[in-house]
């Protein structure tokens, strides 16, 4: 019985982590260096960091270059709320699964104290005198 209501209790706890999240967003954050061209020829060195925000639809990969301080910081918190929203979502679908099972448990446990808590009726007893 603990071990449901320590089941039910992160349950909760997840849940509202969840219901916390402010915004997230699929993908991930990539950091791009371009060569430096002088005369046609490339050189060692290198030109950016460019960040380009890169995201599965489908078949297709969608790239969309982030440009500003705010918007970075941005695209760094939605990638950190996205990742942890995945590992959330894992460990709620363990928890509810364990907790499906361990209700599953009890609930037989306690059909089998019924059954053996019942006694049969003898014919006597649905007899009436007379």
């Known amino acids: 019985m603990d071990q449901v209501h320590e089941l039910e209790a992160r ?29 046609g020829k490339r050189t060692e060195e290198l030109r950016g960091p460019y960040f380009v925000w890169s995201c599965k639809a ?9 440009t500003g301080e705010q918007a970075l910081a941005s695209a760094r ?22 907790l499906g099972e361990a209700q599953r448990q009890l ?11 019942l006694k049969p009726r003898s014919n006597k007893a649905g007899k009436s005198g007379g």
């Open 77 to 98: 918190q939605d990638a950190a709320n996205y990742r942890r929203f995945r590992e959330l979502c894992g460990e709620l679908e363990q928890i509810i699964g364990r």
């Open 58 to 66: 489908g078949k297709k990969t969608i790239s969309e270059r982030v």
């Open 107 to 117: 609930g037989s446990a306690s059909q089998e104290a019924l059954k053996k808590g």
């Open 11 to 39: 349950r909760k706890q997840v849940l509202q982590e969840l219901g916390r999240m402010g915004s997230l967003r699929k993908g991930s954050l990539n950091e791009q260096w371009f060569p430096v061209v002088r005369d």
